[in-house]
């Protein structure tokens, strides 16, 4: 049926070496993004947990590329989420600006495309929220 798609950015008072630094400190993940603790399980293989145990996913990804300090990319491979995520860091004159992007397979097929609204009503302020808060921890 195709993809979705969600982004959220954030200027961040940091440069970009920074900025790429703390968001690819995968044990620092539960600073920052609501409710996901993350760790690296392999060389470029990444698992994430968001929620609290027993209810929540887990997230696995493989980083497919890796540019510090401006790209990073991961190809979402889990059950649950697939697709791809991006996370670019450009210079800015306050610092940085962090642009989260998401292209993603909706579980559940046609059933999954039609909650999509739905799910990213509440996806995207989750993931603007997690980007202030990682924006504070860099001022």
Known sequence: MGYVYTAAEQIVAAPPERVFALVTDWPRHREWMFMTDARLVAPGRVEAYTGLRPFGFLDTMTITRWEPP??????HTGRLVR????IRVQPHPAGSRIIWAERLEPPLGPLGHALWPLVRAV?????????RTLAGLLS
């Open 70 to 75: 401006h790209v990073l990319v991961v190809e």
């Open 83 to 86: 697709g791809l995520g991006v």
């Open 123 to 131: 996806a995207r302020p989750l993931a603007r929220r997690s980007l």
